[in-house]
């Protein structure tokens, strides 16, 4: 079992930038992959980005045009998602994904891989 906390969302204007962070209770957290999937207003949850288990991997789905950077801080158990140049079509609620894996290189860019989520964190933005 892991417990995610997703933090940093908020109103911004089109061109700032944010950095979201999941952060997870427990000490196994280094055993796990993780991802970011969004669902924006009316919309389908969609991937965002994912990092394998000893952040040495990422893999980015092609929406997010270069703009989104995934790091990962195994030693404060967090996962931070870096968004620049802000869009209004970002507004979005962002979740953070977990999944158990006994590979450290492997990522995982379906939200049917994640047993373990977030609440969400709210981004807006405004144009």
């Known amino acids: 079992q892991v417990q995610l906390v997703e933090s940093g969302g908020g109103l911004v204007q089109a061109g700032d930038s944010l950095r979201l962070s999941c952060a997870a209770s427990?000490?196994?957290?280094?055993?796990?992959?993780v991802g970011w999937f969004r669902q924006a207003p009316g919309g389908e949850r969609e991937f965002v980005g994912a990092v394998s288990r000893n952040g040495g991997n990422t893999v980015y789905a092609d929406s997010v045009e270069d703009r989104f950077t995934l790091s990962r801080d195994i030693p404060k158990s967090s996962v931070y998602l870096q968004i620049n140049a802000l869009k209004a079509e970002d507004t979005a609620v962002y979740y953070c994904?977990?999944?158990?894996?006994?590979?450290?290189?492997?990522?995982?860019?379906?939200?049917?891989?994640?047993?373990?989520w977030g609440r969400g964190t709210q981004v807006t933005v405004s144009s």
């Open positions: 427990g000490r196994a957290f280094s055993l796990f992959a």
């Open positions: 994904a977990a999944v158990f894996t006994a590979t450290a290189s492997t990522t995982f860019s379906h939200a049917n891989d994640y047993p373990y």
